[in-house]
């Protein structure tokens, strides 16, 4: 267990509007990453972060930005929901290198834009 | 296109029967990951695999690398209810690029 909360669990907005997804870890692990998961296309990481204030996209970054200003904290903002986006997020996290890094990942939040 | 492709997409066995599902990819992987995710949970890693022809065992499960390093197996021996869950595979193209996942095998074993 490595200490990580995802708040909200479930949300339910409408188009248009700002949504702000945050992750919290308390083991102190540099890296931190958002994923989203969808039927047919598996795990698909949007951004990620290797050390505070440093982020880097990820594989399906548009629409979607992020911060890291305490190591703790990690945050997903959706600037204006659009129903594409409904989906199940991840957080994750891991301590070193990225290829073999044992990513420890959040319980989810569910999230869906009508 | 998908990086790792994996089969089949969904396995219904009965308790007590073998199974493997596969990890496929037309490109080499520095490494190569599974995890199992549970309904409703994140997933969960059960092994890493790094050198090319690699066998590891975790109890009934036996993960195997490809020589080339750009496949993968899991095989499951004696497959239990507790077995069940989605299986998903990740790879690194490279020692710090970030991971790539397959859409999974989802597994279910009936009692």
């Known amino acids: 267990d490595a200490g990580i909360t995802q708040s909200p669990r479930h949300k339910v907005t409408e188009t248009g509007t700002p949504v702000t997804l945050r992750c919290h870890q308390t083991e102190n692990h540099r890296y931190m990453y958002w994923y989203r998961q969808d039927p047919g296309h598996g795990l698909r990481l949007i951004h990620y972060s290797y050390g505070v204030k440093d982020t880097d996209k990820g594989e399906v970054s548009d629409g979607y930005s992020v911060s890291r200003s305490k190591t703790e904290d990690f945050l997903l903002t959706l600037e204006s929901a659009t129903s594409s986006q409904t989906s199940v997020y991840f957080c994750?996290?891991?301590?070193?290198?990225?290829?073999?890094?044992?990513?420890?990942f959040g319980p989810g939040t569910r999230l869906t834009v009508l | 296109t998908q990086l790792l492709e994996q089969s089949p997409q969904f396995l219904s066995i009965q308790e007590g029967e073998n199974l493997t599902v596969y990890c496929n990819s037309s490109s080499v992987f520095s490494s190569l990951q599974w995890y199992r995710q549970e309904p409703g949970e994140g997933p969960v890693l059960l092994v890493t695999?790094?050198?090319?022809?690699e066998v590891k065992k975790l109890k009934r499960l036996t993960f195997q690398f490809g020589d080339a390093r750009k496949d993968s197996s899991l095989h499951i021996t004696a497959a239990q209810p507790g077995d069940t869950g989605l299986y998903l595979c990740?790879?690194?193209?490279?020692?710090?690029?970030?991971?790539?996942f397959g859409k999974g095998t989802r597994l279910s074993v009936i009692a």
């Open positions: 990740a790879g690194a193209r490279s020692g710090n690029t970030p991971l790539v």
């Open positions: 994750a996290v891991g301590r070193g290198g990225l290829s073999t890094d044992t990513q420890y």
């Open positions: 695999v790094v050198t090319g022809g």
